[in-house]
């Protein structure tokens, strides 16, 4: 049968309309895979955290063994007489670059699960990075391992890392820079702290055989101004580590706590300062 003779040889119109279907029902389909990866990670991290048990309540004489600079900012946030938290769902926006030459920045929506009993995350973004095809990426720090995963148009992976020594320590480092919005974790059996000077103070976190220190630098009275660590940007073999801060700016209180709800977060490159995501708190719930 010769369809050119019946006339169904479709118009340049109809096959872009086929094309545009076919696309949009891949994508759908790429789009419901990947989230339901997510879903199930998301399960298992859950479940880790419900089974963890810790003491509730939080004392004045919890404090005592910390830098004098840390309890001051514990009280300054208000943490005495709280339960300690156990999770943290996050709804974030902001601004962010992918590299120093970008132009424009993009901007992010992402959510994101800690657990905090036993240290571990999960964050999930979209972008926006090409004219109405959505990049999807995907952070995991679970049992000391960490992996990430990015899909363009929740199809194509441009990046999928799988656990390795330096990705594993460069999550933890995460999770210890981001303590402030948990700050009842400062008091948790997995973290160490030492005095730097008078305005400084240092948290070590030792978990799954890996360990990650951070600085604390605070104000006179107690506001803490940033964190700061040497972290893993890159997890190659030739990957060294680099400056990597977090500025605090505006707060809420929630539950009770002041926690910071603007993180400008930056890498210390060879050509200086790269200010790469303005992290905005757009909600926050704890779980105790």
């Given at each position: 049968?010769?369809?050119?003779?019946?006339?169904?040889?479709?118009?340049?119109?109809?096959?872009?309309?086929?094309?545009?279907?076919?696309?949009?029902?891949?994508?759908?389909?790429?789009?419901?895979?990947?989230?339901?990866?997510?879903?199930?990670?998301?399960?298992?991290?859950?479940?880790?955290?419900?089974?963890?048990?810790?003491?509730?309540?939080?004392?004045?004489?919890?404090?005592?063994?910390?830098?004098?600079?840390?309890?001051?900012?514990?009280?300054?946030?208000?943490?005495?007489?709280k339960n300690r938290i156990t999770a943290v769902n996050l709804r974030q926006t902001g601004q962010m670059k992918l590299n120093p030459e970008q132009k424009k920045w993009y901007k992010p929506e992402a959510?994101?699960?800690?657990?905090?009993?036993?240290?571990?995350?999960?964050?999930?973004?979209?972008?926006?990075?090409?004219?109405?095809?959505?990049?999807?990426?995907?952070?995991?720090?679970?049992?000391?391992?960490?992996?990430?995963?990015?899909?363009?148009?929740?199809?194509?992976?441009?990046?999928?890392?799988?656990?390795?020594?330096?990705?594993?320590?460069?999550?933890?480092?995460?999770?210890?820079?981001?303590?402030?919005?948990?700050?009842?974790?400062?008091?948790?059996?997995?973290?160490?702290?030492?005095?730097?000077?008078?305005?400084?103070?240092?948290?070590?976190?030792?978990?799954?055989?890996?360990?990650?220190?951070?600085?604390?630098?605070?104000?006179?009275?107690?506001?803490?101004?940033?964190?700061?660590?040497?972290?893993?940007?890159?997890?190659?073999?030739?990957?060294?580590?680099?400056?990597?801060?977090?500025?605090?700016?505006?707060?809420?209180?929630?539950?009770?706590m002041k926690i910071p709800t603007e993180i400008d977060v930056s890498w210390y490159l060879d050509s200086g300062k790269f200010s790469w995501f303005k992290v905005k708190v757009e909600e926050i719930e704890?779980?105790?």
């Amino acid at each position: 049968m010769n369809i050119l003779k019946l006339g169904f040889w479709p118009t340049a119109a109809a096959l872009i309309l086929l094309l545009i279907i076919f696309g949009l029902t891949v994508t759908a389909i790429g789009k419901w895979q990947f989230e339901k990866e997510i879903a199930a990670e998301m399960e298992k991290l859950k479940a880790e955290n419900s089974n963890s048990t810790v003491d509730q309540s939080i004392n004045k004489t919890d404090l005592k063994a910390l830098p004098e600079i840390v309890q001051l900012w514990l009280n300054k946030v208000g943490v005495v007489g709280k339960n300690r938290i156990t999770a943290v769902n996050l709804r974030q926006t902001g601004q962010m670059k992918l590299n120093p030459e970008q132009k424009k920045w993009y901007k992010p929506e992402a959510e994101q699960f800690i657990t905090v009993s036993e240290p571990g995350f999960l964050w999930q973004v979209d972008l926006a990075m090409l004219p109405a095809i959505k990049t999807k990426g995907r952070d995991l720090f679970y049992q000391g391992n960490a992996s990430m995963l990015i899909k363009i148009g929740y199809l194509l992976p441009v990046v999928d890392q799988g656990a390795n020594a330096k990705i594993n320590e460069s999550a933890l480092h995460r999770f210890l820079l981001e303590l402030p919005w948990y700050p009842t974790a400062a008091l948790n059996d997995y973290l160490v702290w030492e005095k730097v000077d008078a305005n400084t103070a240092r948290a070590t976190i030792s978990y799954q055989g890996v360990e990650a220190s951070a600085d604390f630098i605070f104000d006179q009275e107690g506001n803490l101004l940033r964190t700061e660590a040497m972290r893993y940007k890159e997890s190659g073999e030739s990957a060294e580590r680099l400056k990597c801060s977090g500025e605090l700016d505006s707060y809420q209180e929630i539950d009770g706590m002041k926690i910071p709800t603007e993180i400008d977060v930056s890498w210390y490159l060879d050509s200086g300062k790269f200010s790469w995501f303005k992290v905005k708190v757009e909600e926050i719930e704890f779980e105790y």
